[in-house]
């Protein structure tokens, strides 16, 4: 009787971490290697390919949740036309056309690119309630979304540049 029980819990665990999304691929896709592996559509690394592959300032930005202080990242001013990918994995995230000069001092966007559905998480760091985004394929931190953006949203993502990389429109 306790293995019937017993197997029957194991499956019911299984179940729900397949559920919540907690399985994606073999046993041998969730293991990361040298290369970093895709679980799906996720890219998951050890911390030290992060380490090897993002400068410093990327990896304390994406992997510690920093940020850059403001009017200092690269791309706070760009106006150029173009797309904006995840520095860590190269995924499209912004493009230009939603970007908004908000005033302050971070790359601002009213909307990801069509089809991104950034992951947005409840943050209280620092003494206050802000949504953090992170990169939907490997999980690096972005910045935070903010309810006074522009219409048509009326939203404000408020984007490090470390998380970052532009790419202008080919002419």
Known sequence: MRWIIGGI????????????????GTPAA????????????????????????????QYRVMREKGTEAPFTGEYWNTTESGVYRCAGCGVELFRSKEKFDSGC????????APGVKLT?????????????VTCPRC?????????????P???????????????PEKK
């Open 9 to 24: 819990l194991i499956a019911v665990g299984v179940a729900w971490v397949w559920l919540a999304g907690g399985f994606q």
């Open 30 to 57: 969730m293991t990361p290697t040298k290369e970093g592996t895709a679980m799906g559509d996720k890219v998951v690394k050890t911390d030290a390919e992060w380490r090897k592959e993002l400068t410093p300032e």
């Open 105 to 112: 001092g971070w790359p601002s966007f009213f909307e990801p």
């Open 120 to 132: 947005e998480t409840k943050d209280t760091s620092h003494g206050m309630t802000r949504i953090e």
């Open 139 to 151: 999980g690096g931190h972005m910045g935070h979304v903010f309810p006074d953006g522009p219409a």
């Open 153 to 167: 949203t009326g939203l404000r993502y408020c984007i490090n540049s470390a998380s970052i990389k532009f790419e």
